[in-house]
């Protein structure tokens, strides 16, 4: 199974990618909302096809990219039916099992944090993902949101502590750096509910952790009542001036087939040496030599009144002048996808 960990730094939030190696079928666990570029740049690099989201529960510190992801790929939005969230076409419940191709997760009900929080074990018991019920050396927080702690002990004691020891965990949050755990780690260790904790040891510690209400809780509760749809009903929008596509690397760029369609409307920079402007490959009519090694001290002699085109000789150093630009101010900024030997095979076919 294909298997991605992906952080979102703003809210420590954990989202992870599986995928059928196979079949390309893929799901997507608590997308974030701010990562949704980077996120579907990552699938389409990795040309999977994106069957779900799965949250394990409605979050009151960031906002789900369920919503963004099912209006880029057609994808199904997964949530536990008891938070009544609109646009929920997937709902969750204890022992639905949820197939990607040969792959497949089974939903565990494991509430006390939130009452509909879900945990979703692969099909080999080799993985367990939590949301915010089990933590790594720690378990959700219970003060809000219907949170139970009573609850909470029974769903990690029945449903969690019943995996296999060597049944990995991976968290939906961690505030420290840690990325995955153990059943049999966390059940010998964890400081709340480890080492033969009872119940009463537990509910103890959760109801004195005195935390501060989330930053984010007023306006993420509303927007995950709507799987993250906005309330205008609109996506953010992307750049308007052209179809520029932000890679899982950050870059920002642009097929040559528009480029061709548009070129009296842009400004191309041409970041090669000057032997290779007038080499073997050419260069694109009009286009500006500017050399890589020149072009942080001579940005400032491009004008921003026309989107600014960079290109080399495969895309790799245009990609790193995109940046340069990027940086000294200029907003319509894109890289020249494949360079100047895809345009040169693009002009070969027209
Ligand atoms: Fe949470």
Not at 62 to 71: E, N, R
Not at 75 to 104: M, T
Not at 231 to 241: F, H, I, N, T, V
Request: glycine share 10%; net charge negative; proline share 5%.
């Amino acid at each position: 199974m294909l298997f991605r960990q992906l952080l979102d730094p703003a809210s420590n939030t954990y989202t992870y990618l599986l995928a059928d190696e196979r079949a390309r079928d893929a799901v997507l666990i608590d997308p974030v909302f701010e990562q949704h570029s980077r996120d579907a740049a990552l699938i389409r690099e990795l040309g999977l096809r994106l069957i779900a989201t799965l949250d394990t529960h409605c979050h009151a510190d960031h906002v789900t990219g369920a919503w963004l992801m099912s209006k880029a790929f057609g994808s199904q939005i997964g949530l536990s039916p008891l938070y009544g969230a609109k646009n929920v076409d997937l709902p969750l419940s204890h022992g639905k099992v949820v197939r990607f191709g040969d792959e497949s997760l089974e939903v565990r009900a494991t509430p006390g944090h939130t009452d509909g929080c879900l945990s979703f074990v692969t099909a080999d018991g080799g993985m367990v993902f939590t949301g915010d019920a089990l933590l790594v050396r720690g378990a959700g927080r219970t003060d809000f949101q219907n949170g139970d702690a009573h609850k909470l002990f029974g769903s990690i004691k029945e449903q969690l502590f019943s995996l296999p020891d060597s049944c990995l965990v991976y968290p939906g949050h961690d505030y420290e750096g840690r990325t995955s755990s153990s059943i049999g780690e966390e059940r010998e260790h964890n400081p709340r509910i480890g080492g033969g904790a009872r119940e009463e040891d537990f509910v103890g510690y959760m109801e004195n952790l005195g935390l501060p209400h989330p930053k984010q809780l007023a306006v993420a509760l509303p927007a995950n009542l709507r799987a993250g749809e906005p309330e205008d009903g609109r996506a953010p929008s992307a750049p308007s001036w052209g179809p520029v596509v932000t890679t899982y690397a950050g870059v920002w760029e642009i097929s040559p087939e528009w480029v061709v369609s548009h070129q009296g409307e842009l400004q191309v920079i041409d970041v090669r040496c000057a032997a290779e402007f007038d080499g073997e490959l050419g260069h694109i009519d009009g286009a500006r030599l500017l050399p890589l090694d020149e072009l942080r001290a001579r940005a400032s002699e491009i004008k921003d009144d026309r989107p600014v085109i960079v290109v080399c000789q495969t895309g790799k150093r245009s990609a790193m002048g995109a940046s340069i630009l990027r940086k000294a101010g200029l907003t319509r900024v894109a890289n020249l996808a494949g360079g100047m030997v895809r345009w040169r095979d693009l002009s070969r076919v027209r």
